[in-house]
């Protein structure tokens, strides 16, 4: 197959993204429209002036730090609960786009609340509202992660996950920790987490990424991890790539942020297809789709051309997301009969 038809072939295919940050998820001519209507700064108002400061270009140095610092800038656009429902909507409408039929949506209440300076719990309920209403509009499922820093206070985090709670039968299912992993220890969270689980929130932790494997382990026996988010440091560990694939633990792999954030510096050192042929269950996802300027099919795409896998193991990952999803189980197996229906995989 030619790699057009290849494109077109993962362009139709029934998709799932686990992982992926509605802050990352918008669009830069909306960004554009924002910067205008907010008179926010800028030399000129179009989408080329703006791509640096909120995309990693080609010429910069991929690390955490300067992919980081696009989330700084992205923050200073979330200006009115509109903007914030807009930028939602859009989020679904591009997935769904994109032939995305079940969407994991995270984002960070005390980025979208920056500027704004509403409740937590406020900022949820628009992004509730808007995820439920481009959903039907756009004939996709949404389920929202509810997500908070680790380089953030815990005093923070303790309103996030009030909020989170509040907002449980709105279309939140899920709580996750993000942000700087490498400087910024887990331990402090231990008890919020602690309560999510109680409280009967599924759970998804940043681990592995920019930090090693020891991240992943704390993560699964100290934060009750349903889900790991990347993980793909658990290459350092034998052991526990092992025990990851007996239990069967979701990895949410992004490649292209992973080669963006200086995780990974060689596309063919990717840890994802070892994992994958160690029978770890991995998903393939797109974490930030503005700052990576990616696609899920470019993501699949990229799996395929750069990774090594076949085309009939990127449908395994998509089956392994829809096994992995954060629903109840009936709904999760209906999930997964769809898909394997329209997949058609064994
Ligand atoms: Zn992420």
């Known amino acids: 197959m030619g790699e057009s038809d290849l494109i077109q072939n993962i362009r139709a295919l029934p998709k799932i993204d686990l992982h992926r940050h509605l802050e990352g998820a918008v669009r830069l001519e909306t960004l554009i429209e924002i910067a205008q209507d907010y008179g926010i700064e800028m030399p000129e108002y179009d989408v080329e002036t703006l791509r640096p400061f909120v995309q990693m270009m080609p010429d910069e140095t991929h690390n955490y730090q300067h992919f980081l610092g696009k989330f700084s800038t992205l923050r200073q656009f979330f200006r009115s609960p509109d903007i914030i429902r807009r930028v939602t909507r859009e989020a679904v409408a591009d997935a769904a786009a994109d032939n995305i039929l079940y969407l994991e ?21 628009w992004v509730c509202d808007a995820a439920a209403e481009a959903a039907r509009d756009h004939a996709i499922t949404v389920r929202l992660i509810v997500s908070m820093n680790r380089h953030e206070s815990v005093q923070n985090g303790e309103k996030v996950l009030q909020a989170a709670l509040a907002c449980h039968t709105r279309g939140v299912v899920a709580l996750d920790l993000a942000g700087n992993e490498s400087q910024y220890p887990a331990q402090p969270f231990y008890p919020l987490f602690e309560r999510a689980k109680a409280a009967g929130l599924f759970i998804t932790i940043h681990a592995g990424e920019w930090a090693g494997a020891e991240g992943v382990r704390e993560a699964l026996t100290c934060l009750h991890a349903d889900r790991i988010g990347h993980g793909v440091r658990s290459i350092e560990d034998p052991e526990l790539v092992a025990e990851l694939a007996e239990h069967g633990t979701a990895l949410e792999i992004c490649p292209s942020s992973n080669y963006d954030s200086g995780v990974v510096t060689d596309w063919l050192r990717h840890p994802l297809a070892p994992l994958y042929r160690q029978g770890v269950k991995i998903t393939i996802n797109t974490d930030d789709p503005v700052i990576s300027a990616i696609t899920l099919s470019d993501e699949l795409m990229r799996v395929i051309t750069r990774l090594s896998l076949g085309l009939e193991d990127v449908k395994q990952a998509v089956l392994n997301a829809a096994g992995a999803a954060f629903l109840p189980p009936a709904e999760r197996e209906t999930l997964v009969a ?3 229906a329209r997949l058609a995989v064994p």
């Open 105 to 125: 949506l995270r984002f960070t209440p005390p980025a979208l609340s920056n500027i704004i300076r509403c409740s937590y719990e406020e900022v949820i309920g």
């Open 338 to 340: 769809a898909f394997k």
